[in-house]
């Protein structure tokens, strides 16, 4: 097929108005040119603004659309930048308007409080999850609980405080922080140095306010708050005790005492009490260091002094859980020498495979030993001298509490108070023994002239500011025999042979106060019960009085039981081989007619005090087992007060036929223990 050709135009001339128009431009042109000269060309130049916008570098990769075309994306900067310039250039109504109802919506719009609580578990959760991985990497993790705890909601609140009581318990280093000084900024540190510094003390700060929200929180556990506050009250409580327990050896310990202490300091007795009275003891009981006890010592000391001794019993007591009880009151034995496990081996060595070594290689490895023994006795002898230091304060401030309370005469710690000093009699110093024995004959005395007699009446319920006793004979009971086994604690373990006659100690009033006394604890119905014991109130009591007995009876001076009481004073009179025989005479007739009216478990503990009494001093009371013997004229007077004047040797223990016939079998084999022994020692 053949291609068309294109057609040709005719050249023609332009139109005559097209001519004019470039006459004109010809003409405007070199006006043009005959102005510029006269213009400031530099002017406009320096009124021209020089800040330029910066070009921020996209850091997007390039992506491949689905046509196939390779594109860069835009920096979400220059978006942000878009949306705020086609914000401002929008009319201020506009503007306005918008923010109006953005308030009105944040106005109606209301998180609900269910909806809350599981938006801080979750934040709590990942917050905590955060720090439990990588602490020195998160280290705002801990500002941020701080801050969730502030919320007003007091269940939030709660939840925070559990929260931070686990993390700080996992996270806290096993060893104290000390502060920085102002030479530690100006050393030059690595890398490494400066991330643990800077993470040690923002968790100082950080726990720090932790420590201070607890003490804050629970202020309000001795006040009369609301439920919910009483809540957060308790929770504040448990994690200081917790924290206490778990880190006793970090910073701000003693702030943590001082949350337990002023709860002890209360008038309220409820679950938080017990808590912190529970967790001082174990405190005192796990403390290896010394350090620990001292401050809670000294803390506890200070605050029984503010409050004029009005405290609970129960308070005085942690001081018997105290490590020093142990570690102190250790006695070499006279007889034998105490070796170690590693010694032994009953004659016979070891045997091991002996390793080849050169004889370089022993000669450095003996003085790697020597070097090493060097060590660990410089390390011992540092630690306990410090350990002794500690213990020797803590004792000091057990005391002066002590005397001070004897000295003010507290109806309700005095049972404590002798508890306390029959534990603690073998570190007294013996400068203070005839003080000591002259307060506890002023105690007896005071106790004997407050036993009510049968014709008294009833005395009523007991004061709720001085929280006595229901019962002052029970007490009176009870304080006599703690006092008689203090005095005779006192001479346990001193070596006082040498001393005595410098000392001039007569304990001769204890001995005659017991001995009348026996009587009345042999036909006392508690005297197998402690405070722990359970009993059913009695129906006699009104019911006002017996409800303050059994509140009363929680806080009796500690668990040991009046026959225990009894039974080591009876121990620590006629054991030792010194004591004269007409003591041990009488005593013996008494116990043979107590154990008429005990109870099976005393008397049980009776007869067998009294077959190591005849294993010490059975030929010199031997004769009142025997009728043909008599070393005494005229009739044996048990009800005399007087041990000496009662004549023992004049009677026999007839007692000794009605108990063979008791209906427990121990104390019949017991009786016939005794009659067979004195039967070996008359042949």
């Given at each position: 097929m053949a291609i068309a050709r294109a057609l040709k135009r005719k050249r023609t001339?332009?139109?005559?108005?097209?001519?004019?128009?470039?006459?004109?431009?010809?003409?405007?042109?070199?006006?043009?040119?005959?102005?510029?000269?006269?213009?400031?060309?530099?002017?406009?130049?320096?009124?021209?603004?020089?800040?330029?916008?910066?070009?921020?570098?996209?850091?997007?990769?390039?992506?491949?659309?689905?046509?196939?075309?390779?594109?860069?994306?835009?920096?979400?900067?220059?978006?942000?930048?878009?949306?705020?310039?086609?914000?401002?250039?929008s009319s201020d109504g506009e503007a306005s308007a918008v923010e109006g109802e953005d308030q009105a919506e944040e106005e109606t719009v209301e998180v609900p409080l269910r909806q809350q609580i599981i938006e801080a578990k979750e934040e709590l959760a990942r917050i905590g999850t955060l720090l439990s991985e990588d602490p020195e990497e998160h280290i705002g993790g801990f500002k941020k609980l701080a801050d969730i705890g502030s919320s007003p909601n007091l269940t939030i609140k709660t939840l925070a405080l559990a929260t931070q009581l686990a993390i700080y318990r996992d996270v806290i280093p096993g060893y104290r922080i000390r502060p920085l000084g102002d030479t530690d900024g100006s050393e030059k540190l690595s890398k490494d140095v400066r991330k643990l510094r800077a993470f040690e003390q923002a968790l100082v700060g950080n726990y720090q306010n932790y420590v201070k929200e607890l003490a804050k929180c629970a202020k309000t556990s001795n006040e009369a708050p609301s439920e919910a506050a009483t809540s957060v009250a308790t929770v504040a409580i448990s994690c200081a005790c917790t924290l206490l327990l778990a880190v006793p050896h970090f910073n701000f310990r003693g702030d943590l005492i001082k949350i337990l202490v002023d709860k002890l300091a209360g008038k309220r007795v409820d679950a938080d009490f017990v808590k912190c009275l529970e967790t001082l003891e174990q405190l005192f009981r796990e403390d290896d260091d010394g350090d620990p006890s001292l401050d809670g010592v000294s803390q506890l000391t200070k605050m029984i002094k503010a409050r004029d001794y009005r405290i609970e019993e129960n308070v005085l007591n942690t001081f018997l859980h105290l490590r020093l009880l142990s570690e102190l009151s250790s006695r070499g034995s006279q007889n034998r020498i105490d070796r170690s496990a590693s010694d032994t081996t009953d004659g016979k060595k070891p045997k091991f495979k002996k390793e080849f070594r050169t004889k370089k290689q022993r000669k450095i490895l003996k003085e790697r030993k020597v070097v090493e023994k060097e060590f660990q006795e410089a390390d011992a002898i540092a630690s306990h001298k410090e350990r002794e230091r500690l213990q020797s304060e803590t004792l000091k401030f057990v005391f002066v509490a002590y005397f001070r309370i004897l000295k003010a005469r507290t109806p309700n710690l005095t049972g404590a108070v002798l508890e306390g000093l029959a534990k603690f009699a073998h570190l007294i110093n013996q400068d203070f023994f005839g003080d000591l024995l002259e307060a506890l004959k002023d105690i007896i005395s005071s106790t004997m002239s407050t036993e009510p007699l049968s014709n008294s009446p009833d005395p009523g319920p007991p004061d709720p500011e001085t929280q006595d006793p229901p019962d002052p004979q029970k007490s009176s009971l009870r304080n006599s025999l703690l006092a008689i086994t203090t005095a005779f604690a006192l001479l346990s373990g001193q070596d006082i042979a040498r001393s005595a006659s410098s000392l001039n100690l007569d304990l001769t009033f204890f001995t005659a106060h017991t001995y009348r006394s026996l009587h009345a604890y042999a036909l006392n119905p508690d005297i197998e019960l402690s405070s722990k014991s359970l009993r059913l109130p009695d129906p006699h009591h009104n019911s006002a009085s017996s409800n303050t007995s059994s509140n009363s009876s929680k806080t009796i001076i500690n668990q040991k039981t009046p026959s225990v009481l009894l039974l080591r004073a009876l121990a620590a009179m006629l054991t030792p081989r010194p004591t004269?025989?007409?003591?041990?005479?009488?005593?013996?007739?008494?116990?043979?007619?107590?154990?008429?009216?005990?109870?099976?478990?005393?008397?049980?503990?009776?007869?067998?005090?009294?077959?190591?009494?005849?294993?010490?001093?059975?030929?010199?009371?031997?004769?009142?087992?025997?009728?043909?013997?008599?070393?005494?004229?005229?009739?044996?007077?048990?009800?005399?007060?007087?041990?000496?004047?009662?004549?023992?040797?004049?009677?026999?223990?007839?007692?000794?036929?009605?108990?063979?016939?008791?209906?427990?079998?121990?104390?019949?084999?017991?009786?016939?223990?005794?009659?067979?022994?004195?039967?070996?020692?008359?042949?």
């Open positions: 001339s332009p139109p005559e108005s097209a001519l004019r128009t470039t006459e004109t431009e010809d003409v405007d042109y070199n006006g043009y040119l005959s102005q510029a000269t006269e213009w400031n060309l530099e002017q406009e130049y320096e009124q021209k603004s020089r800040k330029r916008k910066k070009e921020t570098e996209s850091t997007r990769l390039p992506i491949k659309t689905a046509e196939g075309r390779v594109e860069r994306l835009a920096s979400p900067l220059k978006e942000e930048e878009e949306q705020e310039d086609s914000t401002f250039g004269p025989p007409l003591r041990v005479a009488a005593f013996a007739k008494q116990l043979h007619t107590c154990c008429l009216q005990l109870p099976e478990k005393s008397a049980q503990a009776v007869i067998q005090l009294l077959h190591q009494v005849l294993k010490v001093h059975g030929r010199k009371i031997a004769g009142l087992w025997n009728t043909e013997e008599r070393k005494g004229d005229g009739v044996f007077d048990g009800l005399r007060g007087d041990v000496e004047g009662s004549n023992p040797f004049a009677g026999t223990v007839w007692e000794g036929e009605l108990l063979r016939c008791h209906y427990s079998p121990k104390v019949r084999e017991g009786v016939r223990g005794m009659e067979r022994l004195v039967g070996e020692l008359n042949k």
